[in-house]
Nanobody, 124 residues
Framework: VQLQASGGGLVQPGGSLRLACTAS????????VAWFRQAPGKDREAVSL????????WYSDSVKGRFTVSRDNAKNTAYLQMNSLNVNDTAVYYC??????????????????WGQGTQVTVSS
């Protein structure tokens, strides 16, 4: 199983980016897909989870209202649309696949497969 995360880059405060997580040898439509991020010197933080089937989504308070997760099942790809970015969003972003129970969705140990990470830098 491989997860390829892409779409990171340098963006100014207030800008937007869309991250993609493309999977091979696993069908994302049958699993939960989470996004985590890790800033320098900080612990890995859960950002969002989308569950399938059902399409339910959860977001951390720090990104709620600004970030949106979606999927393209035909492309076996999950997306994280990030709007109104600020400097606190600077981090390496990872996608992860698993089937966590809701009480543990923020726990990185709930996910079996991880992408390699993509750097997001918000700076003027």
């Amino acid at each position: 199983v491989q997860l390829q995360a892409s779409g990171g880059g340098l963006v100014q405060p207030g800008g937007s980016l869309r991250l993609a997580c493309t999977a091979s040898e696993i069908t994302l439509n049958s699993h939960g897909v989470a996004w985590f991020r890790q800033a320098p010197g900080k612990d890995r933080e859960a950002v969002s989870l989308s569950r399938s089937p059902g399409g339910m989504r959860w977001y951390s308070d720090s990104v709620k209202g600004r970030f949106t997760v979606s999927r393209d099942n035909a492309k076996n790809t999950a997306y994280l649309q990030m709007n109104s970015l600020n400097v606190n969003d600077t981090a390496v972003y990872y996608c992860a696949v698993g089937n966590p129970i809701l009480s543990t969705w923020r726990d990185s140990r709930s996910y079996r497969y991880w992408g390699q990470g993509t750097q997001v830098t918000v700076s003027s």
